[in-house]
């Protein structure tokens, strides 16, 4: 699947590059980026969550946004404490460059 748009989205053993839906639902397959109401994934791994509450079992997701997260055995590549650490060091390294091109 490529860009999926729609009220309501299941994936099952699929892959699919973008969704946006109100619900989705993810089981062992893959997605590049979701926007939703509601997300549960299951088994399977996403690049990047966008959403109000996220239900994530045994996956693995490499940007979660999200109000509210339940899950078990999750594995988060960039989460808060990352992007936070991410921006300060952007920020001194963009710092730095402009300081030495003003020289």
């Known amino acids: 699947m490529d860009d999926v748009v729609a ?3 299941v994936i099952r053993q699929a892959g699919a590059r973008s969704v946006k839906a109100r619900e989705v639902a993810v089981r062992q397959s893959g997605v590049g980026r979701v926007e939703a109401d ?3 994934v ?3 791994g996403a690049g990047a969550i ?3 509450i996220a239900q994530v ?3 693995a997701v490499g940007v979660l946004i999200a109000r509210e997260v339940q899950g078990q055995n999750i ?3 960039f989460g808060v404490r990352e ?3 991410f921006g300060a060091a952007a920020g001194l390294a963009l710092a730095l460059v402009l300081g030495l091109r003003r020289r």
């Open 42 to 44: 299951t088994q399977a």
């Open 83 to 85: 992007a936070l650490a």
């Open 75 to 77: 594995r988060v590549l």
């Open 50 to 52: 966008v959403t109000r």
């Open 7 to 9: 009220s309501n989205v």
């Open 57 to 59: 079992t045994d996956s």
């Open 38 to 40: 509601t997300v549960s």
